[in-house]
């Protein structure tokens, strides 16, 4: 599995694509569909599906003209059952994690196969997303911390803005992993 990043939008959000054997799964297009489009043509990718970790502008911005092009569908909140449930799509695996706290409906996607974690604005490398907006909820971010620490340490988080990380350099660097 390869994953390109491309920084999109004014707050910089990293939309991802996840890549095998020329097929892709897009995480989060906020903003800059030309962009997105750029980088898939160039790469000569067949998009599958959008993932969508939580709905916030900056993560969603390009969301309807990703669809439309590729005439593919998302995968968000609200097909979320349990933690515990496998997803397949293609030749892609992985699990929906419920991590409320930035937002209610913040999924973050874990790559078990690969050990890579899509969080949105869930974790950010040495901080968490902000818990004070619409829907967010402070105790309900702790808990979804917890819960994510039960995941091997050397998971590859790819956070919503900023640089990469790996769960264990944020259980011991990460003051709200404390």
């Not at 790559?111 to 974690?117: A, I, L, V, Y």
Request: include cysteine.
């Amino acid at each position: 599995m390869k994953i390109e990043t491309i920084k999109v939008g004014y707050l910089k959000t990293n939309c991802y694509l996840i890549i095998k054997n020329q097929k892709c799964i897009i995480v989060d297009p906020g903003d800059e569909f030309e962009k997105i489009k750029n980088k898939i043509d160039t790469l000569k990718l067949n998009p599958i599906k959008v993932l969508i970790t939580h709905h916030h502008f900056d993560h969603v911005g390009a969301l309807d003209d990703i669809m439309k092009s590729y005439k593919i569908d998302m995968i968000d909140f609200n097909n979320y059952k349990n933690d515990n449930e496998i997803i397949e799509i293609e030749d892609f695996k992985f699990k929906m994690i419920y991590t409320p706290g930035h937002k209610s409906d913040l999924i973050t996607y874990y790559f078990f196969e690969e050990n890579k974690m899509f969080c949105g604005d869930f974790i950010f490398k040495n901080d968490i997303g902000r818990f004070d907006l619409d829907t967010g909820n402070k105790e309900e971010m702790l808990e979804s911390i917890k819960k994510i620490k039960n995941y091997p340490k050397n998971t590859i988080i790819y956070p919503g803005h900023g640089d990469i990380t790996d769960l264990n350099y944020e259980i011991n660097n990460n003051i709200y992993f404390k």
